[in-house]
């Protein structure tokens, strides 16, 4: 029990220091808050629990791929927050990113495949220098 708290404390002090530099500085915080911190966390709880190798890597392979339909949030928010305010915006963003995410994984063929053959095709140029 006591693990379980100290995972929640220092990630809640994380997510504490990100909002306090974000008060101060727009770029610090949003270059901290960018930062795949939450995810370095989660693999170093699960390797200091234990899990498989497998497991650690299945989880920042899907950490990539859910990061990608998630990013237009980003481009679309600000336009929103000066058209419509704070609470308006963030509700329609949450309802379009949620629409983004369905589709990215309704159609998943579309998007995979052709993300998987690049991917490929971009390691297949580097190794060829």
Known sequence: MSWLITKYLITAAVVVVV????????????????????TIL????????NQ????????????FWYVVPT??????????L?????????????RDNNCVFLAFFAFPQAFWNHSVTLVRSRFAVLHTY
């Open 19 to 38: 909002s306090e530099l974000a008060r101060r500085s727009d770029k610090l915080g949003a270059l901290i808050a960018a930062l795949p911190i939450v």
């Open 82 to 94: 000066h058209l419509f305010g704070f609470w308006p915006s963030l509700v329609m963003n949450t």
């Open 52 to 63: 498989p190798m497998e497991k650690i890597a299945n989880h920042a392979w899907y950490t």
């Open 71 to 80: 990013l237009p949030m980003f481009l679309i928010f600000p336009t929103l």
């Open 42 to 49: 989660v693999m170093i709880w699960l390797y200091v629990e």
